[in-house]
């Protein structure tokens, strides 16, 4: 089992930055693909971002590519998720994902609790 928590979460105004992290409670964090998803109110949980074991792969949603940047600390158990430029439309609770096959939510083995991300206008 894989016990994740997340942090960083919180208000910001537009075109602001926040860096989400979420710590993994396994040592073989490092074989897994990390991923962060988001969900905003009324709608439906949505990937974001994922990196793959080894952090030699990154795919990100087109919604935020350009603006957010995932990376990953293995010695640390830790996968980061920089968010830059934060929009109104970027407010959503905010989920780390381990083991993440596919860039779908029914391809993610284990779920964080979430972080709220609240961007005002």
């Known amino acids: 089992q894989v016990q994740l928590v997340e942090s960083g979460g919180g208000l910001v105004e537009a075109g602001g930055s926040l860096r989400l992290s979420c710590a993994a409670s396994r040592r073989t964090f490092s074989t897994y693909a990390m991923g962060w998803f988001r969900q905003a109110p009324g709608k439906d949980r949505e990937f974001v971002s994922r990196?793959?074991?080894?952090?030699?792969?990154?795919n990100y949603a087109d919604s935020v590519k350009g603006r957010f940047a995932i990376s990953r600390d293995n010695a640390k158990n830790t996968v980061y998720l920089q968010m830059s430029s934060l929009k109104p439309e970027d407010t959503a609770v905010y989920y780390c994902a381990a083991d993440v096959r596919a860039l779908t939510v029914g391809a993610v083995g284990y779920w964080g609790q979430g972080t709220q991300v609240t961007v005002s206008s």
């Open positions: 990196i793959t074991w080894s952090g030699g792969m990154k």
